[in-house]
């Protein structure tokens, strides 16, 4: 055929009009794949090339649990989150200011209580 191997990779000689040839690269002589079975499983497939038919030809196949990543939330669902966490920042931020509010109280009061006493 017109396939040969070199380095571990697979090459094609092209035989051209003028009688002369080109090498093209094809891949390497082992290669592996890996395909999903189902939702719940993939397949990796080690693939060898055949000279003889120019074709890889599968070696092997592994099959092991990979679960296919949770869908993104809908717009809907995120709009939903997003309203949600506003709302708990919102609250978040009224409990600051009634905080400070009587820290500054607090505060005053005792400013007020060293005037009184004459400490200032």
Do not use: C
């Amino acid at each position: 055929m017109n396939y040969f191997i070199e380095n571990g990779n697979v090459y094609k000689r092209i035989e051209t009009e003028s009688g002369g040839s080109l090498t093209a690269y094809v891949g390497p002589i082992e290669k592996v794949e890996t395909i999903r079975i189902d939702d719940e499983t993939v397949a990796d497939v080690t693939y060898q090339f055949d000279e003889e038919s120019g074709q890889y030809v599968e070696q092997s196949r592994t099959e092991r649990a990979e679960p296919l990543p949770p869908p993104p939330p809908s717009l809907e669902d995120r709009i939903v989150q997003l309203e949600d966490e506003s709302a708990m920042l919102a609250l978040e931020l009224v409990d600051t200011q009634i905080r400070l509010e009587q820290s500054e109280n607090e505060q005053a009061a005792l400013i007020l209580e060293l005037v009184e006493k004459g400490v200032i």
